[in-house]
């Protein structure tokens, strides 16, 4: 067996083609799109048609700025500097992989607080206080969709960049 392999059994392997990644990077920009289009479309109708009293304020938007600054993050990082099983915690060696591996919980962190901030505004603003009927609680619905796209976005983003292709992989070692 496999040294390296995380399972006993074998789980299924990505494809290693350039056409699959570059449609994964496709998919994951038009879910990032999406996710803000969903958004904007939900605060140009609270401004231009909305009847009702609540509307989409700047405490709608926080959500989604902590989930693009999660996204920004975690796809920043460089991989390899994760994958550094040589060190432990405590030798000079490890700081790049334990810095890499903070500021990866900092982009999770920050991805997770905007997905579930969009559920506390939708249950907050909509629900508690009664906008239980659409389209005034097709806003805070509209909110959760564009989260939950911006994450997705980011999760696809995440599994192509790790795709081991020699067209995209470049070594330069002087």
């Known amino acids: 067996m496999d040294e390296h392999r995380l399972f006993k059994f074998p789980v299924f392997r990505l494809p290693k083609s350039a056409t699959v990644r570059a449609m994964g990077m ?19 109708y609270s401004k231009r048609v909305n009847a009702s009293l ?3 304020t700047f405490v709608d938007w926080v959500p989604a700025i ?3 600054l999660g996204m920004l993050i975690i796809n920043s990082i460089e991989k390899s500097a ?3 099983n040589d060190a ?8 790049t992989t334990w810095q890499a591996r ?36 097709g806003m805070g619905v509209a909110n ?10 980011c999760i696809v983003l995440w599994v192509v960049q790790n795709f081991e292709d020699d067209d995209y992989n470049y070594s330069l070692a002087l």
């Open 26 to 44: 496709y998919l994951s920009g038009a879910l990032y799109a999406i996710g803000f289009w969903v958004l904007l479309d939900a605060a140009l």
């Open 54 to 56: 609540v509307h989409v």
């Open 66 to 68: 902590c989930s693009s």
């Open 82 to 84: 994760l994958l550094n």
């Open 88 to 95: 432990s915690f405590m030798q000079p060696s490890s700081t």
């Open 102 to 137: 903070v500021v990866l919980f900092i982009g999770f962190s920050l991805l997770a607080t905007g997905i579930a901030g969009s559920f506390i505004v939708l249950i907050l603003k909509f629900l508690i206080k009664g906008y239980n009927t659409f389209p005034t609680l």
């Open 144 to 153: 959760v969709v564009s989260n939950a796209s911006i994450m997705l976005s």
